[in-house]
């Protein structure tokens, strides 16, 4: 499983939640952050604003579905075209287990579950 962790525009949040429940991936969340990139924030006359409001959605989805998850963040943050500065960054890194409170389950990796189920 991958956890995907996208950093984007406050303004495109809703249209790339969206676009990820129409393609099947509902589980998401969402926070509020702030922050700068490369161009180290963005300067209007004498004054410098070092943190520009953003948002941060998070979802772990299996590995198989990482690229599509991905793209459809991509296609859907991106402004206009081209893109621009301060569009976002997404950041993939690997989950070794999940489990749910509510149950107490162990839901691990794809190949993990896919073991056990044969097993039981």
């Known amino acids: 499983m991958q956890m995907i962790r996208a950093i984007i525009r406050p303004e495109k949040a809703d249209e790339v939640l969206a676009a990820l429940m129409d393609a099947g991936f509902p589980a998401v969340t969402k926070y509020a952050v702030a922050g700068r990139g490369k161009q180290r924030g963005i300067k209007i006359g ?3 604003y070092d943190e520009i409001p ?7 989805v299996p590995e198989a579905d990482r690229d ?3 793209d459809t963040i991509i296609d859907t ?3 206009g075209n081209k893109g621009a500065f ?3 960054k997404i950041f993939v890194s690997g989950v070794d287990a999940v ?3 509510s149950s107490g389950v162990k839901e691990g990796t794809a190949g993990e579950m ?3 189920e044969v097993s039981a």
């Open 86 to 88: 301060g569009d976002g």
């Open 68 to 70: 599509f998850v991905i």
């Open 114 to 116: 896919a073991a056990e």
């Open 46 to 48: 004498e004054v410098t």
């Open 77 to 79: 943050a991106r402004s």
């Open 99 to 101: 489990y749910t409170i």
């Open 54 to 60: 953003k948002t941060m959605l998070i979802s772990v």
